[in-house]
T-cell receptor
């Protein structure tokens, strides 16, 4: 079992560029989510999904899009990168159905210049 | 919006000593979780305590929950250098099994050999 796999591990973008952060899990989890972690801010929820075809916004959704076409994959798209999106991004998943424990990927460190 | 707030923000102790971290939250919850994050890594689930539980143990970890005070504490006994990490409390946001967790800002623990 690979668990939750995030790619890439590091990325540098120029302002205005777009990119997709990939997230895949092989545990057949219903729930998947994206967080960003900034110094002194803890983790903040960007978007989440309770199952294939269903997504919703978290605390800081602006500038990000998500889709969930399969149970396994939950990509995060930056439409037009801004320096404020420089952060470490974590994908997480859980079984749901009352089991709320989250499994995290190893993170993507993104710098926007 | 931060649901959980950890105290202290940073803690430095000697190996063998006990470490206590506290978490306060704002709204009613049905469970509270603690996670550990080693430097440069994703978060790892440590323990979940439900609202009808007052205390829970897992190895050298002891978690308490006081719903009347909306607070929880994580005690690590006989600390080791390998316990050096950041520790986060997390609570569910909203009703239903959405898998959404709201994290506090974390306590950074340094255990000196």
């Amino acid at each position: 079992n690979a668990g939750v796999t995030q790619t890439p591990k590091f990325q540098v973008l120029k302002t205005g560029q777009s990119m997709t952060l990939q997230c895949a899990q092989d545990m057949n989890h219903e729930y998947m989510s994206w967080y960003r972690q900034d110094p002194g801010m803890g983790l903040r929820l960007i978007h989440y999904s309770v199952g294939a075809g269903i997504t919703d916004q978290g605390e800081v959704p602006n500038g990000y899009n998500v889709s969930r076409s399969t149970t396994e994959d939950f990509p995060l798209r930056l439409l037009s990168a801004a320096p404020s999106q420089t952060s470490v991004y974590f994908c997480a998943s859980s079984y749901g159905q009352g089991e709320e424990k989250l499994f995290f990927g190893s993170g993507t460190q993104l710098s926007v210049l | 919006s931060q649901q959980g707030e950890e105290d202290p923000q940073a803690l430095s102790i000697q190996e063998g000593e006990n470490a206590t971290m506290n978490c306060s939250y704002k709204t009613s919850i049905n469970n509270l979780q603690w996670y550990r994050q080693n430097s440069g890594r994703g978060l790892v689930h440590l323990i979940l305590i439900r609202s009808n539980e007052r205390e829970k143990h897992s190895g050298r970890l002891r978690v308490t929950l006081d719903t009347s005070k909306k607070s929880s504490s994580l005690l690590i006994t006989a600390s080791r250098a390998a316990d050096t990490a950041s520790y986060f409390c997390a609570t569910p946001d909203g009703s239903g099994n959405t898998g959404k967790l709201i994290f506090g800002q974390g306590t950074t623990l340094q255990v000196k050999p």
